[in-house]
């Protein structure tokens, strides 16, 4: 049997393994490593010519190690400096410390001072000085899942962290806020406490309760002690009207229709029914109050820089008093509040403090009652509306500035007294019983200048003087506009102007109303002007939506507003502003209506 023929070719490739040789020290031994050599037939060897051509193209291991050997210290030392220069030094942190939380231009992230404590020692520091109103014995029962839910894993300090308590928790929560919502400056001015001297001698113990109570307000303690207004707000010059295009001039508005415009509401919502609402006369503040015994104060600022419209100032809380009547006083920094009791509060606002007048020497069987009183345009007196009814009213007349009595008067009315409201000058008061009679009383003069009766008064409910005139010889005040509302609904408008010329200064007793007015059909709540009386407002509190717009010296109802579609509810505070109290309006006025529901919508007139 003849053997098969091998292929042409075909190639024999013997592997041949060459024995390690003897290694005498560390270099011969890294020179003479195992290789391996391929032999294949038919190849011719390889000349040294040949080997040392393909060491210079492809290397070999020799070659790298003498190639490292060559470098000099210095040469290391350099190349090691250029490896740690492309080190970033953040090789070492967490994922979570690689983050930042972008909170927009120009603004930056609030960082709590450093204070060197842990975060249960800072806790208990921050405790010591305010202590909490209520503290949970549950929070250090409670656990909490981190990692469970995605909302909450940014809060966990590292990836592996997972179950927290609640105290802990509710610390984590609050660092968070603080991080996303830094505190604006004139809150933290607000919330540290003035320095107490603390190097006091130990004998002298009089100088040092005199240095205590230099430090501390001198107010009751039941009552609230707050900020002043200067460190409330960030920027004193934000509460400064900005002149509007249309400021200094006197414009007139046309009757019948009225340009108006809904402005930004009064943020949040009272816990009960705005009984007084009030604008400051010079700055752009709005007060109001109801009967859940807390005052609220709101900056008028539509537009940026304030964060969000018409924002809250501060608040205050009277305990036991619900709040029927607060004002501003028209010429210094201070804030009258009174309630259905036999003492007032008195609020200054540039020092904090509060201050609580409980009765009016000699007059207290008068006076049980400061529920209801007026302060004078001029901001020398304080009205307050008597609770003895003994054939008529009485109406108590104080010192603004001592808060002392200084004069009384008396009417004779069926009834009592409605309604009463200073002149323009403050010169005296205009004082309308429920039978409709109306007294004009001069304060100077400590005497009653002028009696007449309103026209057809069936149950008079409120009434309020508006406009100016400037006749010299006026026995009654510098108001040209009065107008006296009704429980029937019906309103009637005096032109005080045409009761004087310049042969008779005499009051008429039964005055002819200028205009009467009965588009409400339920009692009169609500009458108020704006500042230069060409627009009147009259509102029931007994019916929703009950309100109309009455324009000046026509006499005529503003058709076009309010409509049905007019959010104002059932109406319990009504107030009147220039238009430039808000920062940047060339609005003629601004109108604020509260209701019972506890919300204060704003409205813009053009």
């Known amino acids: 049997m003849a053997k098969p023929k091998k292929s042409q070719g075909s190639k024999k490739v013997d592997f041949v393994q060459q024995p390690p040789p003897e290694a005498s020290d560390e270099e011969s031994q890294d020179e003479q490593e195992s290789d391996v050599e391929i032999k294949v037939d038919g190849e011719p060897e390889k000349d040294e010519t040949e080997e040392e051509l393909e060491r210079l ?45 972008d909170t927009g231009p120009g603004q930056e992230v609030y960082q709590p001072p450093e204070t060197g404590l842990d975060d249960e020692s800072e806790d208990e520091t921050l405790r010591s000085r305010q202590p909490p109103a209520w503290e949970d014995s549950d929070d250090e029962r ?41 505190a604006p400056e004139w809150a933290q001015t607000a919330m540290q406490r003035p320095a107490r001297k603390k190097q006091r001698l130990s004998g002298d113990d009089d100088s040092s309760q005199e240095e205590q109570s230099d430090d501390e307000m001198d107010v009751d303690d039941d009552l609230p002690s707050v900020a002043p207004l200067s460190k409330l707000l960030q920027d004193a010059e934000s509460l400064v ?34 009984t007084s609402l009030s604008f400051h006369r010079n700055l752009p503040l709005l007060l109001s109050s109801g009967p859940s015994s807390t005052l609220y104060l709101h900056h008028l600022a539509s537009s940026p820089p304030a964060p969000t419209p018409n924002p809250l100032l501060t608040s205050v809380h009277i305990r036991g008093s619900h709040l029927s009547t607060t004002a501003f006083h028209p010429t210094d920094s201070r804030i009258f509040l009174s309630s259905p009791r036999r003492y007032f509060h008195v609020w200054d606002l540039s020092t904090g403090r509060v201050e609580k007048v409980t009765r009016i020497f000699g007059h207290q069987h008068e006076q049980k009652s400061m529920e209801r009183f007026k302060l004078s345009p001029n901001g ?31 009417i004779e009315s069926r009834g009592g007294i409605a309604d ?24 100077k003069e400590q005497r009653v200048v002028a009696r007449w009766q309103d026209e057809g008064a069936v149950g008079t409910t409120t009434l309020a003087l508006g406009g100016h005139h400037e006749l010299a010889k006026s026995p009654i005040g510098t108001d040209r506009w009065i107008s006296i509302g009704s429980s029937s609904g019906i309103v009637n408008i005096y032109d005080r102007r045409a009761w004087i010329d310049g042969k008779n200064s005499a009051v008429p007793e039964q005055p ?70 808000v920062e940047g309006s060339d609005a003629y006025a601004v109108i604020a209506v509260a209701n019972e529901q506890g919300k204060i919508r704003v409205w813009e007139i053009r």
Not at 170 to 175: E, I, N, T, V, W
Not at 386 to 409: M, Y
Request: proline share 4%.
């Open 57 to 101: 193209v492809f290397g070999d291991s020799a070659g790298f190690r003498e190639g490292l050997r060559g470098l000099s210290e210095d040469e290391a030392e350099d190349v090691e400096e250029e490896e740690q220069e492309g080190m970033t030094g953040l090789e070492g942190l967490d994922d979570a410390q690689l983050f930042f939380t």
């Open 142 to 182: 409670t656990l909490v899942s981190l990692a469970s839910v995605p909302r909450l894993r940014k809060l966990r300090r590292t990836e592996a962290e997972d179950v927290v308590n609640g105290k802990e928790y509710a610390r984590r929560l609050r660092k968070q806020f603080q991080l996303l919502n830094p």
């Open 420 to 443: 009463f409201a200073w002149w323009r000058d403050g010169t005296g008061l205009c004082i309308a019983g429920k039978g409709g009679e109306v007294t004009e009383w001069n304060v």
């Open 380 to 410: 020398k007196h304080m009205a307050l509306l008597g609770s003895t009814k003994k054939g008529g009213g009485v109406v108590n007349i104080l010192d603004a500035a001592t808060l002392q009595w200084s004069s009384q008067v008396r």
């Open 512 to 581: 002819t109303p200028t205009k009467t007015l009965d588009h409400l059909t339920t009692p009169t709540s609500h009458l108020a002007f704006s500042h230069d009386g060409q627009v009147m407002a009259m509102a029931s509190k007994w019916k929703r939506d009950s309100m109309r717009l009455v324009h000046l010296p026509s006499c005529t109802v503003f058709k076009n507003w309010p409509t049905n579609s007019t959010p104002l509810g059932t109406i319990t505070g009504v107030a009147f502003a220039k238009g430039d109290v």
């Open 241 to 274: 009207r900005q002149s509007g295009p249309g400021a200094g001039k006197k414009r007139k508005l046309k009757p019948e229709v009225i340009d108006i415009q809904r402005a930004k509401d009064i943020p949040g919502v009272q816990p009960s029914a705005i």
